[in-house]
């Protein structure tokens, strides 16, 4: 008779989607702790509603990290909280914190990319991240950010657009 | 010609966001709490476990299945060789007559009579030239066998009832054959 193991189903869950919020929650964030945290509250509250289901869409929890992050940008009562875990990492600034794996055949091109999109105007960035990481439609992207699908769509070839011009000028 | 945008955009698709460190997991598990764990999925047990487990239990229920079978065959040898041993020994004589030999009720004289043979027919069925006999007392013969069916119809002529039988029946010939 073979054993089981009984694993929670959210640990499964975050295995494939969790890399993907953080990396939104990152962009949206003002510096990785927040991200951290941002997503941590966001899956709780959604899970907490609807993990007994045992599957939870992610553009919804996409959607309550953009809200509990402008929550945070808005507030500052974690602010002296924030700046205890921020002292634990090393880069604190946005443009400094790295958002993806560097493999080391590619770490340079991996690097420019990471730096173009970060440059990006947030409004591109967040369709950017949706759409390439976050696998969305652009009905979903535009459920979840509270815009227009035309206006999502219009936004992801603009962020493209900028993104070949930026690399374009750095050397193959 | 592919288009510039979707090369950026399958360059973009290579790259891996960050995954999440083991500790954050683990706050987000104590955040859960109990609530984590309503929704579980069984998994198997990691190869390891599998593999200390059953590499001992295996051989052993093997083997314990063998000394099963052999155990039974054994006992069911020595019952059978007793019972002939016993069954040996038993005198012919011995063997106590039945007083009761048959709860069947012989059928009277009179019933036995009412049946007559209305019609007989024997029916060849077959005949096989079996080839050539060696004996050594007797000269070489050519064998034959005829296999016929003997049916017999009988009837009671008080209610015209009747009855068929059929028997099967062998019959060898041997021809001797002429030695030059």
């Known amino acids: 008779m073979s054993q089981l193991n009984q694993e ?31 997503v941590q509250e ?27 992050a402008i929550d945070y940008a808005r507030k500052d009562i974690r602010r002296i909280g924030r700046e205890e875990k ?32 970060q440059q990006l105007p947030s409004k591109h960035q967040e369709v950017l991240m949706l759409k390439i990481w976050g696998d969305l439609t652009f009905e979903e992207i535009g459920s979840t950010l509270g815009i227009p699908l035309h206006t999502a769509a219009s936004r992801y070839r603009h962020a493209l657009t900028k993104l070949k011009k930026s690399l374009s000028k750095l050397p193959q | 010609m592919k288009d510039p945008l979707t090369e950026l955009e399958q360059e973009l698709r290579g790259l891996t966001p960050q995954a999440p460190p083991q500790s954050f997991l683990e706050d987000i598990s104590d955040a859960l709490g109990s ?3 309503i929704a579980v999925i069984n998994q198997p047990a990691p190869p390891s476990a599998q593999k200390t487990f059953f590499p ?14 052999a155990g039974i065959l054994g006992s069911s040898i020595y019952i059978q060789k007793q019972n002939s041993i016993q069954l040996a020994k038993t005198k012919v004589n011995a063997v106590p007559a039945d007083p ?53 119809t009988f009837t009671d002529p008080t209610d015209k009832s009747s009855m ?4 099967p029946r062998e019959h060898v010939i041997q021809v001797k054959l002429e030695p030059y």
């Not at chain 1, 946005?94 to 999109?117: D, N, P, V």
Request: hydrophobic share 40%; with cysteine; net charge positive.
């Open chain 2, 35 to 37: 609530q984590g764990n």
């Open chain 1, 42 to 68: 966001a899956f709780v509250r959604i899970w907490r509603l609807y993990g007994h289901t045992g599957e939870v869409a992610p553009s919804l929890v996409y959607k309550t990290i953009r809200r509990i």
């Open chain 1, 86 to 117: 921020a002292n634990n990492f090393e880069k604190l600034e946005l443009g400094e914190s790295q958002w993806f794996e560097y493999t080391l055949e590619k770490q340079e091109r991996h690097q420019a990319l990471e730096k173009a999109i």
């Open chain 2, 56 to 69: 001992l239990m295996k051989p052993l229920g093997i083997a314990a299945a063998i000394l099963l079978c």
């Open chain 2, 164 to 167: 068929h039988m059929a028997v």
């Open chain 2, 100 to 152: 009761s030999p048959a709860s069947t009720t012989e059928a009277p004289a009179s019933d036995l009579i009412q049946w007559q043979a209305t019609d007989r027919e024997t029916i060849l069925v077959d005949v096989r030239n079996e080839g050539v006999i060696h004996s050594p007392q007797r000269p070489p013969s050519q064998q034959f066998r005829y296999r016929y069916l003997d049916r017999t």
């Open chain 1, 8 to 38: 929670p189903i959210w640990r499964e869950w975050f295995k494939k989607h969790g890399a993907r919020l953080l990396l939104f929650a990152r962009q949206q964030a003002r510096n990785p702790a927040d991200a951290e945290d941002i």
